[in-house]
């Protein structure tokens, strides 16, 4: 099984982190991501979006980090991350969505602007990710985990940009309780850590 | 099973949709979206992302489009429409991203600025559009549906933004794998019509 990884993409390290998680094993491919070989083929016939991560498992091919975080944990990762039961998949498909727009457009493009120079509107990025912020702390102050009362893909999914904020100029100190979180998601067994975390 | 829905929005229209569709049973509740009910209690207090829809089934309580679609389908809708394989759940996931991300700050974000007098750049959002609009367009070029070879909630969940595009000024003429496959959504049986689609 492979992914076509960056090692600087918080999209990618969802991936990673959630992996060594769940000892799941995945070989790492990594891109040239300054040289453009993702938008290049063969990167572009596995992926016509042009973006990274990327898993190749056989005949599969998917590109978006949270489907990728779906298939990898109703595949091999057990219950326990991708839960069976309706209501809690629901809840943990509520932050999967959140990571999908919320986190990308705030803290995430925060990021890109700042670490890689991208021309996006730091000023609209820093509001929908204070915004964000604010309503995930509200969330934690009486949550340990985002969903399902236990670490779930919910988490994996939004850790990385939340934690990356700083990165894109943030200051995480206002959110005591997301603070608390990163330190249970450190904590957990088989943690791994990527640059800027 | 209730839910707080605005019959003009494609987010609430999405559950509707896929309700009709798959015949389940749902008790819709007029929000005053122009009255501001939504960021008020009692409403506030179910969503505090100050957004419809909101679905309550006993005492569940769910926000986002996408995470209500995947619940009433694992709960109600059976695996027609929401798969248990793995790797169909990740082709489907795929497009849930898409419809949280890219189809939100594409053709949705240019119709807020048309129809409702939303203060966003507009040009950014028809520059999203019509990255996303191309990407969907090649994919219908080589698939009947969305996801999995039938129809499933990633259809339910990127039609309504889609079929709405033009009321955000975007011209769906150029798109015609895109216009199929709105013809063979229509077609299903059961299908429900939101006003502009």
């Not at 016509?48 to 190749?56: D, Y």
């Not at 839960?83 to 990308?104: D, F, H, K, R």
């Not at 509107?121 to 399902?148: C, F, N, Q, T, Y």
């Amino acid at each position: 099984m492979k992914l076509y990884d960056l090692e600087l993409s918080g999209n990618c390290y969802k991936v990673r982190l959630f992996a060594a998680l769940a000892q799941i094993d995945i070989d790492c491919v990594a891109v040239d991501f300054l040289g453009g070989e993702h938008k290049r083929a063969p990167l572009i016939e596995l992926n016509p979006w042009g973006e990274l991560p990327i898993l190749v498992d056989g005949e599969l091919v998917l590109r978006d980090s949270q489907a990728i975080l779906v298939y990898l944990a109703a595949r091999y990762g057990g219950a326990a991350w991708w839960p069976v039961e309706p209501q809690l998949q629901g809840e943990v498909m509520q932050w999967l969505s959140t990571s999908a727009n919320e986190i990308q457009n705030g803290p995430s493009a925060a990021r890109l602007v700042d670490k890689f120079g991208f021309v996006l509107d730091k000023a609209v990025a820093l509001d929908k990710a204070a915004r964000i912020l604010g309503l995930i702390d509200g969330h934690l102050a009486s949550h340990d985990w985002l969903a399902a009362g236990r670490p779930t893909i919910a988490d994996c999914a939004v850790f990385p940009y939340v934690a990356l904020a700083p990165e894109g100029g943030i200051d995480l100190a206002p959110y005591r309780h997301i603070a608390r979180w990163i330190d249970r998601v450190k904590s957990l067994p088989r943690y791994l850590a990527m640059p800027g975390t």
